[in-house]
T-cell receptor
Framework: DAKTTQPTSMDCAEGRAANLPCNHSTISGNEYVYWYRQIHSQGPQYIIHGLKNNETNEMASLIITEDRKSSTLILPHATLRDTAVYYCIVRDSNYQLIWGAGTKLIIKP | GAGVSQSPSNKVTEKGKDVELRCDPISGHTALYWYRQSLGQGLEFLIYFQGNSAPDKSGLPSDRFSAERTGGSVSTLTIQRTQQEDSAVYLC?????????????FGPGTRLLVL
């Protein structure tokens, strides 16, 4: 079973920051938090991952709380093309990615 | 560089027929993964290859499903005697190393419809 809990859906206005929360209260010390997204009818796209520290790349920022029990993915300036299902995944050294249902993010003009 | 590619992109078949799905991983990636995604669901792990070996086949839903990988590159997922419940999107991913924390990169998927 997935070790994460995410809201089923969220809306965000175009140009604003989209903040997607994820709860992972049972995360272990060696487990990473990964984020992928899946745009309609496409394969999942890797976004970002982190262990303890906050991370930033060209797509997004990942904020992990100090106790590591939750995290937030931030898309700083959302566009209509960011409409997708966003998956938060907790992963250890096991090769399997265990997927939940994700958050359906809708960017509105 | 080129990403993971899969073929065909769509496949419609009749119940009872066999199908073959192909995956070309990113060049140089030693690990390859197959997942299945039913409509509106998250991904379900099927099988993992490290090189040409499959250390874990536990996710294959039945003995009608098999997969092979040759030359440490291309992989084929075969479904024999297809059933309607096999209808799904079949996704392939690859990573530069096996297991560990290597990021998996996905292909566009093959949409299989069994009539």
């Amino acid at each position: 079973d997935a070790k994460t809990t995410q809201p089923t859906s969220m809306d965000c206005a175009e140009g604003r920051a989209a903040n997607l929360p994820c709860n992972h209260s049972t995360i272990s010390g060696n487990e990473y938090v990964y984020w992928y997204r899946q745009i309609h009818s496409q394969g999942p796209q890797y976004i970002i991952h982190g262990l303890k520290n906050n991370e930033t790349n060209e797509m997004a920022s990942l904020i992990i709380t100090e106790d590591r029990k939750s995290s937030t993915l931030i898309l700083p300036h959302a566009t209509l093309r960011d409409t997708a299902v966003y998956y938060c995944i907790v992963r250890d050294s096991n090769y399997q990615l265990i997927w939940g249902a994700g958050t359906k993010l809708i960017i509105k003009p | 560089g080129a990403g993971v590619s899969q073929s065909p992109s769509n496949k419609v078949t009749e119940k009872g027929k066999d199908v073959e799905l192909r995956c070309d991983p990113i060049s140089g990636h030693t690990a390859l993964y197959w997942y299945r995604q039913s409509l509106g669901q998250g991904l379900e792990f099927l099988i993992y290859f490290q090189g040409n070996s499959a250390p874990d086949k536990s996710g294959l839903p039945s003995d009608r499903f098999s997969a092979e990988r040759t030359g440490g590159s291309v992989s084929t997922l075969t479904i024999q005697r297809t059933q309607q419940e096999d209808s799904a999107v079949y996704l392939c991913a690859s990573s530069s190393g096996g297991g560990g924390y290597e990021t998996q990169y996905f292909g566009p998927g093959t949409r299989l419809l069994v009539l």
